[in-house]
């Protein structure tokens, strides 16, 4: 079931007023909610709930027995136990065929294969289970209620492809009272709104009248084509990514709920580090807190530092997909990471923590400058009083970051390939070397207003967004409401006929 069909708008019709009513009645409502998630999952194969109710015992059953167990041995085997069982799940259905295939190709073995089908959401799923564990068996909340863990880890929006939310943000809103007057309307059209805008006019446009082509068939066109189709993968896929997330927390937000941001303008990045900071938010910090602190973080010296960030990215490749081009896509921006945090040492900066957020302009101008700046705002892609110097080597870190991701991106984009080798990603920079002599036949006016368009608004300042949200939240309902139905209008109109599956729905 699509965010963007007639299907889910007929779902969510229902499911909308009727939690509302049922929102006083916490039990009853509890149980309605998760049995609306349960369709909603069950939507694309119903033996999949049996594989989240397991998932939600075991895990249950495991912060249980960490909490009430007085024996530090028995309270880290019942972690451990629990995140074996995750992660064997998640292995087994994620990663079966490429071990088994890997170790085939080593030993040169022919092994019968399972078909093995991958559920949707299952990575995410699996990461907030593992983390309401450790966050129990640290001590940083306390365990759920299986009604409420139940829904914590089944509730549609955000099931199939994030964001990743806590069990230490999400049950505090599943507690909190609300009422329909303290909603946040006017935040949650707009979202609702852009995340649509997003996937259907920028994302599905884009992937269909450059990215196929120019990935599928390198070697039919030229340099420029294969540029053209570089970068539009990019905005592709933040576009479709980020367009889901917008959507999800749109929706959250009319049930009630927050969730936390999952990107804020990741192309406008000064660096790699800074553009974790940006892409995929709740996973960055899942990673930095559940896998690169436990490792030892900084630590240990210089060397374990680079070696934690580069099995931190490494794996974080490996969540992506099951092939080892995903790997080398981590493992290289786990060696971009470990570069630049190399150059900021030796030029003397304060240390920067590999971290998904709360980062100033501060120490972002004196790892771009080498100079300090006394006066600074929030926004590191804002104004700032730089001097000509200053201001020319940030936009010159923007540019070198967007086109080290975006060669990544080619890399990435070669293991959602059937086979998910490297190949492909060698023929389109073969392609991009040698084919300037070409005409261009992908690009064109519209494609090339797409793309420069969806850049330019990454560097828009964040505060016309709030101001927006503001405004439409102080119009009447039925302004509101009509402005959404316009708008809904507008985007089937510029949309390409029919809605492609998200991308990350496969990881």
Known sequence: MLFPTFTFAAFFAVVLPVSWVLRRHATVWKLF??????LFYGYWDPRFLLLLGAMTVVNELAAMAIHRSVNERARKAALVTAVL????????????GFFLNSLDSAFSLSSPALNVILPVGISFFTFQAISYVVDVHRRDCLPAPLLDFAVYLSFFPQLVAGPIVRATEFLP?????????SLETGRAVILIGRGLFKKVVIADFLGRAVVDDAFGTPGEYGALDILTGIYGYAIQIYADFSGYTDMAIGIALLLGFRFPQNFDRPYAAVSVQDFWRRWHITLSRWLRDYVYVPLGGNRGGRGKTY???????GLGGLWHGAAWTFIVWGLLHGGALAVERLISEFRGDSEIEFDAADVRIRELARLHSGVEVDAWREDPTSPVPFGPVETRRLWVGRLIT?????????????GTTEGGGLSGAGDTFTGLLTGWTVMPELLNPLVALVLIGAITAQYLPPMLGRQLSAMFSTLPPV?????????IMLVVALGPEGISEFIYFQF
């Open 85 to 96: 069982f995750d992660l064997v799940v998640l292995g087994f259905f994620k990663y079966y």
């Open 402 to 414: 967007f086109h080290f991701v975006c060669a990544g991106w080619v890399i990435f984009y070669a």
């Open 173 to 181: 809103e599943l507690r909190a009272t609300r009422v329909p007057d």
């Open 33 to 38: 909610v998760l049995a609306a998630s349960g």
């Open 479 to 487: 302004a509101v409401s009509i402005g959404f139905a316009v708008w």
């Open 307 to 313: 070696r934690n960030l580069m099995i931190t990215m």
